[in-house]
């Protein structure tokens, strides 16, 4: 499906069906009023009604807001896709919505078809979008930038998707190495060996039971004189079976969408490369397995960290903070960043606090958590923040080691894996680290706003929103 953006009138484009968003009032002024009054169309939101004698789909707003034109062009492209037209074409509704319109048309339309025998072929291959703005050059570097954004969104989702028998720690190594060769980004990967002359016996536990080598991936894009440096750490579960502390069948379900972290740093340094931001970008994902076996870390395990600290293991499936904590270590050793930031599928109980909607954000410096609710509300992206407190940390104690890697009460277990994080993040960078919880919102088995079932490619958008603001 080919999106353009053209600086005409929408009467001057020849197109199959005009696509139409009104509000209600905007409803009650239409000349299409009393058929669509006889269709029972009242121009709620999402709602839509195709009038096919006259090539026309109506798609129905409560505002002309962003996030509503999202969700309203998500719903929008849906319907046509199922429809045997080939072209559409439609005029824009605001200059400000134009991102909202993009995102809602690529991602609502989004598949991922790769297991399936039989693909349903779509008619629709054209949309136009119209404008005659005077200022079209800043319009069409938003759409392009748009298109960019949402395209590494369903490059995450992609390989969110994939399964854990196609996509496993070495597999997920050569992915990272085709987006540098096609990215110009350079590339590092260290396999077990590496990893043990690197001291990340907390990673490398994890890892232990799988058939598959545990990978660690250093992506970096390296402009010419950039504003900034940013480290961005993802946990790259390719699978968590919960290891020894096994997950209940039912839970292990979606259990491949474990990398949703590392994959949503691939797309944000994707994005970034294409965008041509003149912001440095590190990418370090910790690719693991979690898996059973005769030589599987145990309960009762003490682990040492590369930074030294020892970890009491009591809970083999809190095993995503011991492969970031060796992985936040490295990172910060590497590489001397203004901000590093995060990303994990860690808790189930980030999406009890918040529901499985939200992006938990958690840190040290209130400043930075502040712009991310920014950048989040321009995205369209939902975030909240979670805050730390020292009674929550003291949970975190063990008796025979440094720390113990689940708190000894189950409530607040979003921010006290947080709070275990904060111990493997140096105190110069205290204010600089942030970590996002995206166990909710980096995949959905129903369809919500733009997302459509499987990976959502959370992280993706608000992040591209906040490296801009810098
Ligand atoms: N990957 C899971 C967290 C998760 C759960 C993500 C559901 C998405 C959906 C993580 O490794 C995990 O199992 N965490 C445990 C921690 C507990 C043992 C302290 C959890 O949330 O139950
Ligand atoms: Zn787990
Ligand atoms: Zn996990």
């Known amino acids: 499906m080919n999106i353009k953006l053209l600086n005409k009138n929408i009467s001057d484009i020849k197109s199959d069906v005009t696509v139409e968003f009104l509000t209600t009032n905007e409803l009650a002024k239409n000349s299409n009023l009393e058929i669509l009054n006889l269709a029972g169309f009242k121009a709620e939101q999402d709602s839509v009604c195709f009038l096919h004698e006259k090539a026309i789909l109506v798609c129905g707003i409560d505002s002309k807001t962003n996030d509503d034109i999202r969700s309203a062009s998500a719903n929008m492209i849906k319907t046509l896709k199922k429809a045997n037209y080939t072209s ?14 993009v995102e809602g048309i690529v991602l609502g339309a989004y598949e991922y078809n790769e297991y399936k025998s039989q693909i349903k072929e779509i008619s629709l291959k054209k949309i136009f979008i ?12 938003n759409f392009n930038s748009a298109l960019i954004v949402a395209n590494a969104t369903c490059f995450t ?36 060996s590496e990893l043990e002359n690197e001291k990340m ?24 004189n950039p504003k900034k440096i940013i480290s961005l750490v993802g946990k790259g579960l390719t699978y968590d079976s919960g290891g020894l502390s096994l997950k209940p069948a039912t839970s292990m379900v979606t259990m491949k969408m474990d990398k949703a972290g590392g994959c949503a740093v691939l797309g944000m340094i994707k994005a970034v490369s294409e ?48 492969v970031l904590a060796d992985v936040l270590s490295y990172a910060q050793d590497t590489v001397k960043a203004d901000y590093i930031f995060d990303f994990a ?6 999406m009890v606090a918040l529901g499985s909607y939200t992006t938990g954000v958690m840190g ?28 929550l940390k003291k949970l975190l104690k063990s008796e025979i080691a440094d720390i113990s890697n689940v708190a000894s009460k189950p409530y607040g277990g979003a921010i006290t894996a947080g709070m275990f994080l904060d111990n493997f993040i140096e105190d110069e960078n205290k204010d600089k680290w942030l970590h996002f919880d995206i166990a909710g919102s980096a995949y959905t088995e129903s369809p919500w706003d733009c997302n459509v079932h499987g990976g959502t490619g959370a992280g993706v958008r608000f992040m591209i929103h906040y490296l801009k603001s810098l």
């Open 88 to 101: 559409a074409k439609i005029s824009i509704i605001s200059e400000d919505s134009l991102q909202g319109l």
């Open 130 to 141: 119209t404008s005659n703005s005077l200022d079209f050059d800043t319009l069409e570097e």
């Open 157 to 192: 989702r992609d390989i969110v998707n994939t399964t854990p028998q196609d996509l496993n720690p070495p597999s997920f190594a050569k992915l990272a190495l085709k987006l540098a060769y096609e990215n110009s980004l350079d590339c590092k990967i260290l396999g077990e």
């Open 201 to 224: 016996e907390s990673m490398l536990a994890v890892g232990r039971a799988s058939i598959h080598d545990s990978k660690l991936i250093h992506l970096a894009y390296r402009p010419k």
């Open 275 to 322: 965008l041509k931001l003149d912001i440095e970008v590190h990418v370090f994902v910790g690719a693991v397995e979690n898996m059973i076996g005769g030589d599987a870390y145990k309960p009762d395990d003490v682990l040492v960290s590369r930074s030294g600290t020892t970890i009491e293991v009591r809970n083999t499936d809190a095993e995503g903070r011991l």
């Open 345 to 350: 599928t860690l808790t189930g109980a980030c």
């Open 364 to 391: 040290n410096s209130k400043i930075l958590k502040h712009d991310f609710l920014k950048a989040g509300k321009k995205s369209g992206e939902l975030v909240a923040t979670l805050p730390f407190n020292k009674h």
